[in-house]
């Protein structure tokens, strides 16, 4: 199947402990990114990485640190997490020239305790 | 800066009804305006994208440039409609998709 994968898709642990996601496409995209949705359901961009550059760094925390080891794969890992931690988090690919065309995958939950 | 406004969080008809979901943007040049959707449960989606002037699943979004605005309808709401939408745009030279803060669509039977 072609799509965007992520895993864990389920993610439970406790506060102060660090964690990744990985996420993977073979849509041959160029540029990736991480989002979150909170509770309510509002959808941030955190990180997009095009072939392996990053390009967007939003305000978020230095706790959250991405890596692209190649054009198909952009992980997110985080350190010393903590409650507001707990959202939804979202990977995308989008092809070259179309970023308004994005493709999702199916959402890691992290619940932190 | 460019900025998306759905100013319902959450909109409720009946099945048959007419259905109409407002998105509201402001941005300084020629935005490209897209709906994305979210079933219960499932990945998020892109429904359409004004540039293609399509209907996809009987919605259909017109890019009101005069009032800012991409409000998506559908003449005949069904129950498989219900789901959370997602109003975004983005530049035609920008890095990022900005993404209204979504409405929550249920249509009961």
């Known amino acids: 199947d072609t799509a965007v994968s992520q895993t864990p898709k389920y993610l439970v642990t406790q506060m102060g402990n660090d964690k990744s996601i990985k996420c993977e496409q073979n849509l041959g995209h160029d540029t990736m990114y991480w989002y979150k949705q909170d509770s309510k359901k509002f959808l941030k961009i955190m990180f997009s990485?095009?072939?392996?550059?990053?390009?967007i760094n939003e305000t978020v925390p230095n706790r959250f640190s991405p890596k692209s080891p190649d054009k198909a794969h952009l992980n997110l890992h985080i350190n010393s997490l903590e409650l507001g931690d707990s959202a939804v988090y979202f990977c995308?690919?989008?092809?070259?020239?179309?970023?308004?065309?994005?493709?999702f995958g199916p959402g890691t939950r992290l619940t932190v305790l | 800066a460019q900025r998306v406004t759905q100013p319902e969080k959450l909109l409720s008809v009946f099945k048959g009804a007419p259905v109409e979901l407002k998105c509201n943007y402001s941005y300084s040049g020629s935005p490209e305006l897209f709906w994305y959707v979210q079933y219960s449960r499932q990945r998020l989606q892109l429904l359409l994208r004004?540039?293609s002037r399509e209907s996809i699943k009987g919605f259909t979004a017109d890019l009101n440039k005069g009032e800012t605005s991409f409000h998506l309808k559908k003449p005949f709401a069904q129950e498989e409609d219900s789901a959370m939408y997602y109003c975004a745009l983005s530049g035609p030279s920008g890095s990022r998709l900005t993404f209204g803060e979504g409405t929550q669509l249920t249509v009961n039977p």
């Open positions: 995308a690919s989008s092809p070259r020239g179309r970023l308004g065309e994005q493709f």
């Open positions: 004004h540039i």
């Open positions: 990485y095009n072939n392996k550059e990053l390009i």
